[in-house]
């Protein structure tokens, strides 16, 4: 057996072809189940572009190889990647040869086994010399080694948090790839940027913030956005994965993006409506319109949005697909009266989020639940009449009566907003109903619920024309509001005593309240 082959034979599960029209076939093969996986994974915060172990091991036909657990990191991965030091130096040694096709198959192996790294490859990446030995190969390797070196490099940034960080350094690298002249390697820059940019660690550092910062500052936004104007709806994809992720910022820190026209490309493919990529989109537009006053300003002033509205029913039937089109009208929903004004004069607008309303996916009825509660909040009484039908509210109060909590929680936030606007619309709530369901949310072990709760019955109490008379005929109303503890929450618990003292009262001072 020659030295290559016994340094390979350590590591390899099978053969793989190194032949370049079987490499092409076989990326098109996994990046086809990428994007099925991310069109399931559109909800996610965190998205990231790789492969999960089964996925690696169903595309190229490999079974697991029982082997025992090296470590106790090891025990809790498949056996199929528990790759031990002897292994992992062998790889190693692989990823520096002078054949290509030796190079070729170990990249081939890394790119895999680090979708569910054993402890000695993640030495290898964090404290080892693989980082370096990437960059080389990207600075001297042919476009297929080159292609297949990024892809790694994107399985890295996509890991744990040493994994990820230790990517970093192939930034300025990755950003110039993105004016390469093959269309593919600029692909994969594309995605391990966005991988890079995915990172979420919570609000007890900034580090990910930084690393954003990092990808903007040094250039990254300008050739993304270049990449929109690409007829390739594959092109566009991993461009506004990108772009999305980077979007996660403050204003400042998009001001690049409103100086690169891609206000302009978005609404041009809005426009044309092509399936392929009209969620990809709907996300970049979802974080820009979030974080940026100014992207906001431009949406309302530029015709974006009877092509989102038309967007938006055509993803209506597309089960999660629509969260993202959905979250950003939710976006600028929460802007001032003005533009909820022109969002519901824009048709079919309404009648789409309401039929949304009975959507089967929870998460979808959820977040129509939150651009209603947005648009609700209007102090316009002219919006509330858009809304305030015999139907929206019957669907409000039968979504506030069951089910999840966090369902019944939007529709009951809906329901007050519109209550709030004047006395003829609480009375007309059918409260005998509600007051069950929100005696529940006073029972329940969420300050938010118990909260919401609350304000519903202090609201019944001095405000609803006979609300005494459902709170006397509605048994389990003060034991409900005695089950409010002082901890951990002693407002809620005084707010509680507020009501039951203004129940025993039988002078209550009745506020006044605006006609509608």
Not at 391 to 403: A, C, K, M, P, R
């Amino acid at each position: 057996m020659s030295s290559n082959q016994s340094h390979r034979h350590l590591y390899k599960r099978t053969s793989i072809s190194g032949s370049s029209g079987e490499l092409r076939q076989r990326r098109i093969a996994l990046n086809e189940t990428l994007r099925k996986k991310h069109r399931e994974q559109l909800i996610t915060a965190k998205r990231y572009r790789h492969l999960t172990r089964r996925e690696e091991q169903s595309t190229t036909d490999e079974e697991d190889t029982n082997l025992e657990a090296y470590n106790e990191h090891d025990e809790d991965i498949d056996p199929y990647y528990r790759l031990t030091t002897e292994q992992v130096e062998s790889l190693a040694h692989d990823l520096q040869s002078f054949d290509k096709k030796t190079r070729m198959d170990a990249l081939q192996h890394l790119g895999k086994f680090v979708v569910e790294p054993a402890e000695a490859l993640i030495t290898y990446i964090v404290e080892g010399n693989c980082m370096e030995t990437l960059m080389h190969l990207l600075a001297s390797a042919e476009m297929d080694e080159k292609i297949q070196v990024v892809e790694t490099i994107s399985n890295i940034a996509a890991g744990a948090y040493d994994l990820w960080i230790k990517s970093i350094c192939m930034v300025p690298t990755l950003i110039d790839l993105l004016d390469s002249e093959n269309t593919v390697l600029r692909e994969m820059a594309a995605g391990a940027l966005g991988n890079m940019a995915a990172e979420d660690l919570g609000d007890m550092t900034n580090e990910d913030d930084e690393v954003r910062e990092r990808i903007r500052n040094n250039g990254a936004v300008l050739p993304l956005v270049r990449m929109l104007d690409s007829e390739e709806s594959k092109t566009v994809q991993y461009a506004c994965f990108a772009l999305a992720n980077l979007a996660r910022g403050d204003e400042a820190a998009l001001h690049g993006f409103m100086t690169s026209g891609i206000d302009k490309r978005l609404l041009y493919h809005l426009s044309r409506e092509t399936p392929d990529t009209m969620t990809e989109i709907a996300w970049v537009m979802s974080y820009l319109t979030a974080n940026s006053k100014e992207f906001r300003s431009r949406v309302m002033g530029e015709g974006f949005l009877q092509p989102m509205v038309n967007n938006l029913g055509i993803m209506a039937n597309q089960g999660i697909m629509v969260i993202p089109i959905l979250r950003t009208f939710g976006n600028l929903a929460g802007g001032p009266d003005d533009t909820i004004e022109l969002i519901l004069q824009q048709q079919p607008f309404l009648s789409t989020l309401l039929k949304l309303l009975t959507s089967d996916q929870r998460v979808v009825k959820k977040e129509a639940l939150w651009v209603l509660s947005n648009i609700t909040a209007a102090k316009r009484v002219y919006v509330i009449e858009q809304v305030d039908t015999p139907e929206t509210i019957e669907l409000l109060t039968s979504l506030v009566v069951e089910g999840h909590f966090d369902i019944r929680q939007g529709a009951a936030i809906c329901l007050l907003n519109i209550a709030h606007h004047g006395q003829k619309y609480m009375d007309s709530l059918n409260h005998r109903i509600l007051l069950k369901a929100f005696l529940d949310f006073i029972k329940s072990q969420d300050s938010d619920l118990i909260r919401l709760g609350l304000g519903y019955v202090e609201m019944l109490l001095v405000r609803v024309t006979r609300g005494r008379d459902v709170l006397d005929d509605t048994s389990g109303c003060m034991d409900a509001l005695a089950s409010v503890n002082p901890a951990p929450d002693p407002e809620l618990y005084a707010i509680a005593n507020r009501i039951v003292d203004q129940y025993y009262d039988e002078n209550i001072d009745q506020p006044a309240m605006d006609e509608g």
